[in-house]
């Protein structure tokens, strides 16, 4: 096990569009995905894709923590997941827009707008499928990580940049709070 130096932006590895994971069961794959729960920990992360810790493969692991779950029915709390080779389908046009960081910007908060609902596709390293229809913080924190695996940051997805500041900074003016389920323009 060991702790992953973890790219920043401006890392062209993050702007890659990452390849299929040729056998999700493969000893090196287990290997990856253990030392990338070990450094998600480390730094108290919700989420981390491959490419973040310069490998440019399809997979990432998430949780939902209950602080972040908006409470919805389809928006648990849900414990350590890899999602390997993941397809993601957009469901119905609700929109969201909540809070977000990324390891990868460290220090810095932004308000991303997201589809509501959603549902994803993929596997384990047993090769056993993993899918989830979800909503809310689960929905946006898998759209996050997807799009980390076509090369997408989330300043790529917003619309209101003023919502986008320091961590530190948005706390001390009592950043506003975000309602998940907001419908926007
Ligand atoms: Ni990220």
Redesign the pocket.
Known sequence: MAILKIARMGHPVLLQVAEPVADPTAPEIKRLIADMFETLDDIQGA???AP?VHVPLRLFIFRVLSTRAAGDPDDRPIGNTVVINPKLTFIGAQKQIGW??????PGIRAGVPRAWRIRYEGVDTDNQPVTGEVTGAHAAIVQ??Y??LDGV??PMRMTDFSLFGFIEDLAKAGAPELSRARPLP
């Open positions: 989420g981390l894709a973040q977000e960081g990324c390891l990868s910007i996050h990580e799009d980390h940051l989330y």
